[in-house]
């Protein structure tokens, strides 16, 4: 390092100059995908018992000009960083909320519900709540079919806070899932303080359900848990019929993955209902 000024010190280390360079460069390009319309919200389908169609999960992809689709596990975590999460998060709800509303009115989908993902950010952003009912209500959507699901993470921070918003969101009928249920933080007292509808069990322990005794009590101990405590259980990441088997003889009464389908553009939803066409 080499002092630039009085109070500055400037690296030249060339890697680190590059890391910081390229981190930039995709904020950068984040921000006007945003504007250019180059975010696409994906729908994966989530089924009941009889692989029915109950709902989907909104998922966000980025079909970059250049580099073609990237997943949100390479953008995400940079919206959460710089902030872009508040645009992002509103764009996705958004679309959700107009998917539900067009949804609504057709009996064949009326019941099927949206689940969105909310950063603890973005959960923590003053006026969240607000935001989230105004949309609702700018699009015409049924409350009572809008799932937020949030992760552990929230629950390092303002626990009382989260009660709070959960519940006013709550008292409108919005309905919340805890995300990747196992692994992270939970407490379980804290768990049972949530006003939640639902848990995901991370698709790590349904991988190796099967072939991982481990995964298997852990799979098992979540469905006996949330029975008791009312809380409905989607098992995620199901590929294989044998993973299905063991879950539903487990008790476990909604599933999502590739068995059934990958998240896809929602004219892949809604061939559910009309395959024939
Ligand atoms: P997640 O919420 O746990 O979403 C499930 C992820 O598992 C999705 O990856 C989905 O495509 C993938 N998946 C579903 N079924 C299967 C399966 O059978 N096998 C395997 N191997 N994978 C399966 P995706 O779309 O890449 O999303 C990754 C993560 O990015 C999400 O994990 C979520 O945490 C985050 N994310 C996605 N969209 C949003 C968003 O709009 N807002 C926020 N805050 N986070 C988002
Ligand atoms: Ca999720
Ligand atoms: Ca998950
Ligand atoms: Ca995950």
Redesign the pocket.
């Known amino acids: 390092a080499k002092a630039a000024g009085r109070n500055t010190l400037r690296f030249f280390d060339p890697d680190m100059q590059a890391a910081v360079n390229a981190r930039s460069h995709l904020e950068a390009e984040l921000r006007q995908g945003l504007a250019r319309a180059e975010l696409l919200v994906?729908y994966?389908p989530v089924v009941d018992r009889h692989a029915r169609l109950i709902g989907a999960?909104?998922?966000?992809r980025w079909r970059h000009p250049r580099r073609g689709m990237i997943?949100?596990?390479e953008f995400?975590p940079l919206a959460e960083q710089t902030g872009l999460?508040f645009p992002?998060?509103q764009y996705?709800l958004q679309h959700a909320c107009a998917q539900l509303q067009r949804w609504g009115r057709h009996p064949d989908t009326a019941a099927l519900s949206i689940s969105?993902?909310?950063?603890a950010r973005?959960f923590r952003q003053p006026g969240f709540v607000a935001q989230v009912l105004q949309t609702l209500k700018n699009h015409g959507a049924d409350p009572r079919k809008l799932k937020l699901?949030l992760t552990e993470s929230l629950l390092l921070g303002d626990i009382e806070d989260t009660i709070a918003r959960m519940g006013q969101l709550k008292n409108e009928g919005v309905g919340f899932a805890l995300?990747?249920f196992g692994t992270g933080y939970s407490s379980l007292s804290y768990l049972k303080r949530l006003p939640l509808d639902q848990v995901k069990i991370?698709?790590s322990f349904v991988r190796e359900v099967l072939a991982n005794p481990n995964d298997a009590a852990i799979v098992r101990t979540i469905l006996t848990l949330a029975k008791s405590l009312d809380l409905q259980v989607v098992a995620?990441?199901?590929?294989t019929t044998g993973q299905l088997s063991f879950l539903r003889r487990h008790g476990c009464e909604a599933f999502?993955?590739?068995?059934f389908g990958?998240?896809g553009p929602v004219e892949d939803i809604d061939a559910f209902f009309y395959p024939t066409c």
């Open positions: 994906y994966q999960e909104a998922l966000v997943g949100p596990g995400i999460i992002l998060g996705v969105v993902n909310v950063s973005q699901e995300d990747d991370d698709q995620e990441g199901v590929e999502q993955g590739y068995l990958r998240a």
